[in-house]
């Protein structure tokens, strides 16, 4: 069956302007996970929903970000007045439910590059 | 200090040698390990689960140190394949029910040379 998938692959903006990455998980999947990872490091995580939820945003590095998912399917990241610093792949996963031993699967990313 | 930390590398190793890799986390409450597996400008995989007796598939074998809390991969007769970054994660101990979020090391840089 399909994957994750994650819409743009890439993203090329300037600082200040406002962006949005999109991510549809596996179907039948009630966890949705938003990472982010910089070149060289590991994914850092930024925000999990269980269903339609926020259940921790505790990842979000500041006001500037923010992520919805109001049918508790397909998730959307925005980014406000973006920075430089945002530069990197913003990774979605999702996960049968939110329990350890429920693989999480992980879809291409998105790129994004703030000029 | 880092909640996971590897050795980024790179691991650069002969064609059917064996690599290990090691990777310590902080929390001693954590709860579940495993190794992924990522290559270049692609989504990390799921490799394997570890658990406190060790675990193998195939090649590789994945073993817990609970009391020095720290993780370890070994590839068998590595294969020009097996070239990758393999990431160490760790779910720590439950802040909100429910929340598996997984906690990154950096990832250590393996290539495989002919």
């Known amino acids: 069956g399909a994957g994750v998938s994650q819409t743009p692959s890439n993203k090329v903006t300037e600082k200040g302007k406002y962006v949005e990455l999109r991510c549809d998980p596996i179907?039948?999947?009630?966890?949705l996970y938003w990472y982010r990872q910089s070149l060289g490091q590991g994914p850092e995580f930024l925000i999990y929903?269980?269903?339609?939820?926020?259940?921790?945003d505790s990842g979000l590095p500041n006001d500037r970000f923010f992520a919805v998912r109001p049918e508790g399917s397909v998730s959307t990241l925005k980014i406000q007045r973006t920075e430089r610093g945002d530069s990197a792949v913003y990774l979605c996963?999702?996960?049968?439910?939110?329990?350890?031993?429920?693989?999480?699967?992980f879809g291409p990313g998105t790129r994004l590059t703030v000029l | 200090r880092k909640e996971v930390e590897q050795d980024p590398g790179p691991f650069n190793v002969p064609e059917g040698a064996t690599v290990a890799f090691n990777c310590t986390y902080s929390?001693?409450?954590?709860?579940?390990f495993f190794w992924y597996r990522q290559d270049c400008r692609k989504e990390p995989k799921l490799l394997m689960s570890?658990?406190?007796s060790g675990n193998e598939d195939g090649r590789f074998t994945a073993q817990l140190n609970r009391a020095s809390q720290y993780i370890s991969l070994l590839i068998r007769d590595s294969k020009l394949s097996d070239s990758a970054t393999y990431l160490c994660?760790?779910?720590?101990?439950?802040?909100?029910?429910?929340?598996?979020?997984?906690?990154f090391g950096t990832g250590t840089r393996l290539t495989i040379i002919p």
């Open positions: 994660v760790v779910i720590s101990a439950r802040i909100n029910f429910g929340n598996e979020k997984l906690t």
């Open positions: 929903f269980q269903g339609t939820g926020a259940a921790d």
């Open positions: 929390n001693s409450a954590s709860q579940s």
């Open positions: 570890v658990y406190s």
């Open positions: 179907s039948g999947h009630t966890a």
């Open positions: 996963a999702s996960s049968l439910t939110a329990a350890g031993r429920n693989e999480q699967f």
